[in-house]
């Protein structure tokens, strides 16, 4: 099966203590499944801005007691102390999920749930927040006191959205939030990954021998000793136009905030960070091949604003936020992160998988096993550098957190405003 690659960053910017009941100890946690609760997102990795947290010397740090972690599917913020009202947290906490989703399958509908819930510990039984940093160890009676549940309508799209969790009652606060994603690759997997939350009665499918037969053989399992050209590069051209696609998302989002939330001196110590290649891929017989340059961001080259979770030309887009998702959880609080619009179905790889004009060419012969192997070399190719841009793009988001997620409120707020008043 050939799966679509998808990594989806959630970023915990800050936490405001409200109107508090309780002081004691507090940490976020997210988790992230399909709709239907088989697939489960595979937390990767954790990002925070190593300068933000540096205690002075000979000082208990109240903000990080614990630091952000991964256990299981499940990943945690810091752990921080809340000991007055209106009190300001900053996280910088980002956590990297992927997922898998069949590339036959349709991708521009395809929706996943974010589960936000907040977690709480009482000092009471230590004497309090003061006695907190010689007995932190014995603090381990951790309960969860909120939860709040996104559904994301079109992950596979390139989402960039500002989000809120919010708990009531007497864990009164905020945390401010934003999350991306953005499809990176495209890889071949023999049988099918089963999650751990699938039945493991469910019956099993034919393992595929290779690449090549899952391309080009019949219901038999039958590969021709040749194939057209033409078909090769159908297929070859849907795929490789979704990556090319996404690289330019996350080209415009980097540019849009390395331009908009770095200071002078930020863009002074990061120059390496800001230099990012144009992408390299093999052009048709009829155009030469474009060579690969290094540019910064801060040349006079326009970045477009982007559009409201714009994605994967799949079909008409139509802003609009909904608040009917359903989920069995009475507690949990719902809303609905992305777009809900009429996407064309995404096609089986005998088909091209998107709209674009462009039509790439493999150049290769009639043999179906070089034909398997070109392609996977190029996709390979490509994904690597919408990866390398990728990794750059979360590099820079912890660099400047809060103007990141400043930018992404106002676009938030002038969204709704929008939709609720019908203004073009």
Known sequence: MYNAIISVLVHFESYRNIDLLHQGLYYLSATLTSENKIDVGLPMDVYNDPHQHKPKKGKFNYHNVFPARLEDFVFNTRTFTIRYCEEDIKLCDLCEFRIEIPADRDLGNANYVLRLQLHFADLNHIGGADELPERVKEVTNFKLVATQRYIIRGIANGITQYIQFQSNGHYFGVCNATIHSALIDFRFRPTRIKSPLE????????????????????????????????????????????????????????????????????????????????LIIQEDEDVSVRKGSFKSSFTSEEVKQPKWNVGLPLGERKAEIDHDFEDTDENATKHSIGLAFRPNKMPSSDKVLSTFHKTYSLKSSKDPYECASKFTLEITNISGQVIELWQRYISLITLTSRLVKEMFYLRYINQVITNKYNLC
């Not at 021998?209 to 219901?219: D, G, Q, R």
């Not at 000793?225 to 415009?252: C, D, Q, R, W």
């Open 199 to 278: 039945v493991k009665s469910m019956p099993s499918k034919k393992r595929l021998v290779s690449f090549c037969e899952y391309l080009f053989a019949n219901n038999k399992g039958q590969i021709p000793e040749e194939v057209y050209p033409e078909v090769v590069n159908k297929m070859y051209t849907g795929y490789a136009s979704a990556l090319v696609n996404s690289f330019a998302l996350i080209k415009n989002s980097f540019l849009e905030i390395a331009n908009k939330c770095l200071t002078e001196q930020q863009r002074l110590n990061n120059p390496s960070l800001l230099r990012y290649q144009e």
